[in-house]
């Protein structure tokens, strides 16, 4: 599908074409299901001019084309991750990472090293944390934070990006007491005997902290941007699609996509409600360059938190925490001008929510939505909407998916990362409906893949490995995990590559290897579509095509 011509923002925008390219000697996957496979390629301006045998594409390349012996290495289409906060990637490769810290004391040593580093009185931010698989598997807490370091303000945000710990410093220039009350979706832990402010602060409540910390200069937010978009390349990736930024951000994004400083396609979503989503509401959508270069025109919104902070929202209490069933962070008075706007201004929505409920609170309204501005009256008959993680869905939600014509963007790691501790938050009856990949795909809806990094790392064997072995990175799995959901091969090939290109509206652009599409491929050094299961995490990407040109090149 294109977009209404009235609906299109278009700058002039020149993309120089790369030299003509000729790939033969390797695997060659179309993610077709009429014809799989192929023995080779021809591009031509940037375009799919034959894939098809090796000999008719030997007659049918110029004679100028670089020829590319892929020496048995797998070519795939190139490959989307669908979630993804692309500048979130770049200061986690460039500031105070966090990730993979094995316990509480490792936690306070990193943060005792920083401080050591860092000017007195000065903050200390980072970002990575995770305690599930720490012993004890608690939060850490203000005073675990003025051990180390008494005299920084310190906010470390968790990995899943709803739930930061504070020191005591941070609290008191915060102002946060014990007769702070919760702001609306947000909590402040508190302590059972004492009711004293533990220093964890979860969604909306991370606002009355993070409010301090200084912002990022522009510079440096373009600076995080080339230096994400840069290892995504270097991973395989072709295309991200960012869930949700500002305007400052995702103008900075378009001016270093049409200036050739970042390679990737880029399909962009400002957050809302607010300043960014009404703007988009009053362009419309806005691209750049042939077809998908820059691609704006999605509203991220938010229903609820993260299952690890205990943030989503649950229909039932949390089986770990009784008196909790969640947060619901926004309302319907909120969200249902911005739906029915996005309806008619041809806007694609795309909700994070993670809890059975949810889950259920945002399919309501989409449902609402749709009933309130009819398929004539929209600026898209069918505008695919989405719903971001969709990790725990109720049994007779599931179908709706199907049937509202909405979109699951699921990204499989969290599985993986999550079923440590999923089954003590959720308890068995629900892990029947968590990371319901198999059950989804059956009942008919549509699954684009995708990696939520930072919060995951954000590498697509990871992702793709996650999907069809539905194990750790060790092979870890057992009966709570519900193997049973995992999918095959092609499907996972498809999560990466055909769905995503149609949740962006892209589908007879790019997603599979076709005479006529964009020449993006993903070439990876084993073929990843018949290999054991347990050599999948083994290969690695070797080149990265993008519109023809090869933008990435392993030594």
Known sequence: ??????????????????????LTGG??????????????????????????????????????????DLRGRTVLPGLTDSHVHLAGIGFRELEFNLEGAPSLAALQ?????RAAQTARGTWVVGRGWIESKWSPPVFPTAADLDAVAPNHPVCLRRADGHAIVVNSLALKLAGIDRSTPNPSGGEI????????ATGMLVDRAMVLVGRLVPDHSAEEVARA???????????????VQVAGNGLEEAAALRRLVVAGKIKLRIYDA????GRAADELLKTGPQREGDGSRFTMRGIKLYVDGALGSRGAALLAPYADAPASTGLIVNTEDKLMPVLVAALRRGVQIETHAIGDRGNRFILDLY????????????????????????????PADIPRFAKLGVIASMQPSHAIGDLYFAPSRLGPERLKGAYAWRTLLDSGAVICGGSDAPVERGEPLIEFYAAVARKAIDGFSNADWHREQRVTRAEALRM??????????????????????VADFSVFSADIMTIPEEEILKARCVMTIVGGEVVYEAK
């Open 109 to 113: 040593e990193r943060v005792r090293e």
């Open 189 to 196: 832990l508190r302590d059972a005997r004492t009711g004293e």
């Open 496 to 517: 990466f590559t055909m769905a995503p290109a149609f949740a962006s509206f892209q589908e007879n652009e790019r997603g599979s290897i076709a005479v006529g599409k």
């Open 367 to 394: 449902e609402q939505a749709f009933a309130a501005v009819p398929a004539a009256e929209r600026a898209v008959r069918e505008p695919r909407w989405r719903v971001e993680h969709a990790q725990v869905i109720a």
């Open 27 to 68: 695997h060659i996957y179309t993610a077709d299901n009429r014809r799989p496979q192929v023995e080779a390629v021809v591009v031509v301006d940037g375009k799919i001019l034959f894939a098809g045998a090796a000999a008719e594409a030997g007659r049918m390349a110029p004679a100028d084309a670089r020829r590319i």
């Open 225 to 239: 941007l080339e230096v994400g978009a840069a290892r995504e390349l270097s991973l395989g990736w072709t295309q």
């Open 1 to 22: 599908m294109r977009f209404p011509a009235a609906a299109l923002v278009m700058a002039v925008t020149t993309f120089a074409w790369a030299e003509p390219l000729l």
């Open 270 to 273: 400002v957050s809302g409600p």
